[in-house]
């Protein structure tokens, strides 16, 4: 065995940030399920306007759909990166490092599964931003105000796929 690197050590324990940055998702997620109407109407005899409560109940069902994923994704995200974090934090301060490598080399999968949950919390979060849109407005105004965050929100998914698959072939190859 070689010499133990304990600056490399702190900075693979600061890649486990993901849980301070989900736990900032999860409070907006929560903020945006308590400002957002959920309650389903009943359906009117109108034919007209059951459309337009029709339409209304499915985003407030995708909307309930997808803030429930953003949750228990960032729930799961937070929950793993903390334990990953006090335990290998634990080990070195015990000055158990070969424990601690092995530990971290074992929680591999439980990092990468972690990893998924956070871009899952990422993808869902921006989902429900945008039929928060739709469900706090009415008219045509609600799709005017939603076209920005669809235009950024796929931007954005499509810049971290990007980052990601560069990752993946230059640091992960």
Avoid at 9 to 30: H, I, P
Avoid at 48 to 61: E, I
């Amino acid at each position: 065995a070689g010499t133990f690197d304990m600056g490399l050590a702190k900075t693979r324990l600061e890649g486990l940030a993901y849980s301070t940055v989900t736990t900032l998702m999860l409070n907006a997620a929560l903020r945006l399920f308590s400002s957002t109407p959920k309650k389903l109407e009943s359906i009117p005899d109108d034919p007209d306007k059951a459309k337009v409560v029709k339409l209304n109940n499915s985003l407030k069902v995708a909307f309930g759909i997808s803030l429930s994923f953003s949750a228990a994704l960032g729930l799961y995200t937070t929950i793993v990166f903390t334990l990953m974090a006090i335990y290998s934090k634990t080990a070195l301060g015990m000055g158990l490092q070969e424990e601690y490598l092995e530990f971290f080399d074992k929680c591999a999968p439980f990092r990468l599964a972690g990893f998924r949950a956070f871009i899952g919390t990422l993808m869902t979060y921006n989902v429900s931003w945008v039929l928060s849109l739709v469900l706090n407005y009415e008219g045509d105004i609600r799709w005017w105000l939603a076209l920005p965050a669809v235009m950024i929100g796929v931007t954005g998914l499509l810049h971290v796929n990007s980052i990601m698959g560069l990752a993946s072939s230059i640091i992960y190859s």
